[in-house]
């Protein structure tokens, strides 16, 4: 019995925006041409400040928003653990990073919209419920969630070319502390980069 209180008061907290350890798991999908060999740790890469693919994140003609920047200083951390360094500003590297992020308001249940990833223009649709609409509904109408999604493209600078590519997706309540910018960023950004560069073209759910 009292594990099913304890059980029954989790799910109670869920409802209302998350036990507190909870974290949801994230869906992410990378794809890569061949396995980046040659990214030896020490090369240097630069970050492209225009958000990749979502214009409605900049301020004003140039200025990345501020959530932008949480998940440009999440996914930097994360090349840095591959042993990666950014170059000094105005420098050169052979690699160029563009980063961008969406969040999208939904009710839970609701299915989302298809996401196409894929390097160098070969794209690859995936549509699955890994994460997604999970919650306890105990009354009230349908619950608010929010689609977090991180997007992130690795090029050669000199020659524009995709060299690794990846999405990672996750389903939180809009007012669980995981959706707060700066955990969303560090979580996603976390799961996108694990076990790097990843299996081409496969979608895994991590917790």
Known sequence: MRHLSAAL????????????????????????AAAPAGWAPGTRYTVDTAPLGDAA?????SQPSLEWSSYRTAVEQQLQRQGLVAAPDGARAPLKVRIGFDRIDRESGARR????????????????????????NLGGGPRKVQDLQLAVRIDD????QALWEGRALAAVPVKAP???PSLAAAKLAEALF??????????????
């Open 178 to 180: 995981a959706s707060q």
């Open 113 to 136: 919209s298809p996401v196409s990833v894929g390097v160098g223009g070969s794209t690859g649709g995936y549509r699955s419920g890994v994460g997604l609409g999970i919650g306890i």
């Open 57 to 61: 994140a900049m301020v004003g003609a």
């Open 157 to 160: 600078s000199a020659s524009g």
């Open 9 to 32: 008061l989790c799910a109670a907290a869920l409802a209302l925006g998350g036990c507190a350890t909870a974290v949801p798991p994230v869906e992410v999908t990378r794809f890569h």
């Open 194 to 207: 694990k076990d790097f560069p990843g299996e081409s073209g496969r979608t895994i759910s991590v917790k």
